[in-house]
């Protein structure tokens, strides 16, 4: 199973950390951070599909940023209303497909709506996954799985012996959604964590940390991080 230069990897995911501390740094409140950071994901949604990426997986919003300050929850919650506002109608002339993966069920209606309504206007294309993990936390996603499958086995709808990774696999959020582990997972920022991201699905996953803040990580940054995955070699164990 060695693989040498592997090329392109077709799962990208992105922990898009340094909003905070770019909006500092220009004395600017935190929340000018995030809207040039929404402002960059159209960026690098555009560079992704340029270089051949499949799906693009954005940790937007995570089960622990409801922690925030209640202002900043509120704005954060506004993103997708005022991004697909925005760039829905050239992310359908782009053919790219929006996706969400995330616990839905609690967000605000507007913030829910804006979602749904992205993912069901895209829902034709063929081009690009632009995966949004919203509201979504890698621990929580283990345990709902967890808690559909012992749902299953009292339903005696699965044998416990008949549970694997497959099964498992398929109880996962991004599963749900068709989509496979990732390839590639990049941190801007500086900071070497993966805070409960794709905890499952970053198993096999190339670690790559830039000290870039997110809202300034380009085209070029994303070229730089492609060209390091392909130079690496993937075992998957094997030798
Ligand atoms: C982390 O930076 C970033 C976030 C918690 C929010 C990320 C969201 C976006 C970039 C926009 C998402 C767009 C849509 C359409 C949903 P931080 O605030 O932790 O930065 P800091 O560590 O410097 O304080």
Sequence with gaps: MGQ???????????????????????KLPRIAGHREGMENVRRIAI??????????????????????????????????????NKFVPELVERNVVVKVTGFLKNLPTATLKALEDAEKQTSKNTGLILNFAFNYGGKAEIVN?????????LENKLKPEDIDESVFSNHLLTN????????????TSGEKRISNFLLWQLAYAELYFTDVYWPDFTEDDLS??????ENRNRRFGAL
């Design 145 to 153: 799985a967890t808690r559909q499958i012992a749902k299953e086995v």
């Design 4 to 26: 040498y230069n592997q090329g392109i990897p077709q799962h990208v995911a992105i922990i898009m950390d340094g909003n905070g501390r770019w909006a500092n740094k220009r």
């Design 176 to 187: 749900l959604k068709s989509l496979n582990d990732v390839d590639l997972l990049i941190r």
């Design 47 to 84: 560079a992704a599909d340029n270089l051949n990426i499949k799906v693009l997986t954005l940790y937007s919003f995570s089960t622990e940023n409801w922690k925030r300050p209640k202002d900043e929850v509120n704005f954060l919650m506004r993103l997708p209303v005022v991004f697909f």
């Design 224 to 229: 730089k991080a492609i060209i390091e995955y």
